[in-house]
């Protein structure tokens, strides 16, 4: 997922932060079996706070990111 997320946004301004799950005890038990989950938030996006809106896990879901990366 993180491949084809570079190459999908790689013009448009953004920053990528890797999490390993299974290091996070909290994460473990909402992410588990949802690995690898994506996450995107704006950066002057007040309301989502924190990791931002879940767009898809398991695959990238190019429709998803693509209406994130338009609003």
């Known amino acids: 997922m993180k491949d084809a997320l570079a190459l999908l946004v790689r013009d448009v301004p953004h920053q990528t932060v890797v999490l390993d799950v299974d290091q996070d005890p909290a994460l473990l038990s909402l992410y588990d079996e949802l690995v690898p ?4 938030r704006k950066s002057n996006d007040q309301e989502t706070g924190g990791a931002g809106r879940e767009l898809c896990h ?5 429709d998803k990111v693509k209406a994130f990366c338009d609003e």
């Open 37 to 40: 989950v994506l996450f995107a």
């Open 58 to 62: 398991y695959f990238l879901d190019i």
